[in-house]
């Protein structure tokens, strides 16, 4: 059988069950066009519909997609109010598609901040999403830090300590672990970030400790469901080894061991 020519591999075992991403690229998308900001984000809208269909047929577990941060609120108030509007539309549209498919829609973040118009679409859907059944969950990360998330943890640990709920030794990494409301879900396995940047930006800090992390240089908008796919066989190809040892290198052809001398 011939496979098409941007066809990827991807195999059945070993995916990673979390998969997040920072969707970036959006803005650029559009100056490269001469076109408002808005536009990208529409088109990055878009992405985000196919990507989730891609991930729902490959079978992963868990995606968390980073659609608004924190520090977004400081970008300029028509965007801000554009972005919010695209978001209640996607929601509304997405409905049947989230319950026929059985996927569960998740919120993370300051989700009390956010606008009425988008908590009068966002909440009712959270609900009827919530089942036991289903195969897959699309978490939405809404005025999210990864900072802020770790510092509201380690604020509820303090209060239970003062109020002797726990002991001030029982305060450790997985007690801290379960105040994060990003790792319901599990530690995301696999990180991705679009646009070409190498940086994290304060996303889910605390759960990426281990997670492998794979950069595109396509645009948010631009990102395809073989994107995906490549993201997911780069995460197969790797050795996960969780700071222990890994399997010992295969040897170069004709190539012997080294005796090192001290």
């Keep these: 059988m011939t496979l098409p020519e941007n066809s990827v591999l991807v ?14 690229g959006n803005g650029r998308w559009a100056q490269q066009r001469g076109a408002p900001r808005v536009d990208g984000h529409r088109e990055g809208s878009k992405a985000v519909r196919r990507i989730v269909r891609a991930a729902r047929r490959l079978g992963l577990r868990a995606l968390t997609l980073y659609a608004f941060s924190e520090q977004n609120w400081e970008r300029p108030e028509g965007e801000i109010d554009a972005l919010w509007t695209l978001l209640r539309e996607f929601l509304m549209s997405e409905r049947d598609e989230l319950l ?8 993370i973040g ?15 859907l959270r609900r009827e999403t919530e089942e036991e059944k289903a195969e897959m969950t699309l978490t939405l990360a809404l005025s999210y830090g990864g900072r802020e998330e770790i510092a509201q943890a380690a604020q509820k640990l303090a209060r239970d300590v003062a109020a002797g709920k726990m002991r001030p030794e029982d305060v450790n990494h997985e007690s801290l672990r379960a105040q994060m409301p990003s790792l319901e879900f599990g530690d995301p396995d696999l990180i991705i970030r679009t646009g070409g ?5 304060n996303f889910l800090l605390y759960g990426l400790a281990y997670a492998e992390l794979y950069f595109a240089d396509v645009l948010w908008p631009d990102f395809e469901s073989t994107d995906l796919y490549a993201a997911v066989a780069s995460y197969q190809a790797r050795e996960r080894r969780f700071g222990r040892v890994g399997k010992p290198a295969p040897l170069l052809p004709d190539a012997k061991p080294l005796r090192l001398v001290g």
């Design 197 to 201: 940047e190498r940086r994290i930006s």
């Design 100 to 107: 026929d498919n059985k996927i569960r829609l998740n919120a």
């Design 110 to 124: 300051n989700i009390g901040r956010l606008p009425g118009l988008v908590r009068a679409v966002l909440d009712p």
């Design 11 to 24: 195999e059945a075992r070993n995916l990673p069950s979390h998969v997040g991403i920072i969707m970036d």
